[in-house]
């Protein structure tokens, strides 16, 4: 039988969800929306007719929604600063919790959660559905055959100029805590390493139009001696990378590139002599493991499987507080001027 969940939160991420719980074939019929939650009514009304979701309660009080529905997932989609409320009341109430990123606003909310999700005995995980697409495995797979020796920096690039509107706009630390968890969490898994250190500096350049911090640099030292570099804007107009950043991987035998979309190129040292030895090309191969590579999709099944198995997703909160303490370790840093130790 299909799961019972309910959706809190329904402005437009919840369309993403949405889509991939109704549409894709390996999720059909596996969850049922019982109920749909947001502070405005008329906004979880509207997403309900949106995707033809006639018999699902609307209403605006989440444990009022989960004892009508008898609902056994809650989707958690609301704002930042509402999470550790929302994830709260659904593991008191039996219900594992999928959330939307960033897991908590702060690591002393994460730990919290963590402890009440032990203490419920239910599995809260989180929405890194970038990791879940196929340029990110086929690197992992790629970093994992030694291809290029061992791997001794990861550098990515990341230039948009996004017009949200909404939260966003208004947020501090936006492109931290908002987007750049994505690519520090792809790097810690492509990577295999454990973020020890980070320096950063954040600004706001003129010509912004969110309230604080929409661009960043940063460098994390990783386990093994190596490092992670990063450099994004989300007001950078003009030529612009993909959403999953450019990518260069330098290992002690060569390097891997992603622009974050097709074009993938390797190679090795070649042969040559004189000052620079040229390169050898060597293939990428595709991802290990094809039902991974869906993104939103891939981590709502991983998801399923936990509850049904009871081994924790890929996502599960006390391995993404990891990625979680660079944001804020990066955070942390820009506002101090100083490089920061990391501890999740």
């Given at each position: 039988m299909a799961y019972r969940a309910v959706l809190c939160g329904c402005g437009a991420m919840a369309r993403g969800w949405l889509n991939a719980l109704l549409e894709k074939p390996e999720l059909k019929g596996r969850v049922e929306i019982v109920g749909l939650v947001d502070l405005d009514a008329s906004a979880a009304r509207a997403r309900a007719e949106e995707f033809g979701l006639t018999q699902a309660a609307i209403g605006t009080d989440l444990g009022e929604m989960i004892e009508r529905?008898?609902?056994?997932?809650?989707?958690?989609?609301?704002?930042?600063?509402?999470?550790?409320?929302?994830?709260?009341?659904?593991?008191?109430?039996?219900?594992?919790?999928?959330?939307?990123?960033?897991?908590?606003?702060?690591?002393?909310?994460?730990?919290?959660?963590?402890?009440?999700?032990?203490?419920?005995?239910?599995?809260?995980?989180?929405?890194?559905?970038?990791?879940?697409?196929?340029?990110?495995?086929?690197?992992?797979?790629?970093?994992?055959?030694?291809?290029?020796?061992t791997l001794t920096g990861l550098h990515c690039d990341f230039f948009l100029a996004p017009h949200f509107g909404g939260f966003r706009e208004q947020m501090d630390n936006v492109l931290l805590l908002d987007m750049a968890i994505h690519t520090f969490d792809a790097a810690r898994f492509v990577s295999g390493r454990v973020p020890e250190t980070v320096y950063c500096v954040e600004t706001n350049p003129e010509g912004s139009w969110y309230a604080h911090g929409a661009a960043a640099s940063a460098i994390f030292t990783l386990s093994g001696g190596a490092v992670f570099t990063y450099r994004g804007s989300w007001c950078a107009e003009g030529e612009r990378t993909s959403w999953e950043s450019a990518w260069r991987l330098v290992?002690?035998?060569?390097?891997?590139?992603?622009?974050?979309?097709?074009?993938?190129?390797?190679s090795i040292a070649g042969s040559e002599t004189g000052l620079l030895r040229g390169a050898q090309p060597v293939e990428v191969p595709p991802a290990e493991d094809e039902t991974k590579t869906h993104g939103h999709a891939s981590v709502l099944i991983d998801f399923l499987r936990a509850i049904e198995t009871g081994e924790g997703p890929e996502t599960v909160g006390h391995d993404n507080i990891h990625s979680l303490a660079m944001v804020f370790g990066a955070i942390k840093s820009a506002r101090t001027g100083q490089p920061v130790s990391l501890t999740a």
């Open positions: 529905t008898g609902a056994e997932l809650v989707f958690d989609i609301v704002v930042p600063a509402a999470r550790r409320a929302v994830v709260s009341l659904a593991l008191s109430r039996g219900c594992h919790v999928l959330s939307e990123k960033p897991m908590a606003a702060s690591l002393e909310e994460a730990r919290a959660l963590l402890a009440l999700a032990e203490k419920a005995g239910r599995i809260h995980a989180v929405v890194q559905n970038r990791r879940y697409i196929d340029g990110v495995r086929r690197m992992r797979r790629f970093v994992e055959s030694g291809a290029i020796g290992g002690s035998k060569g390097m891997l590139t992603w622009d974050g979309a097709d074009r993938f190129e390797a």
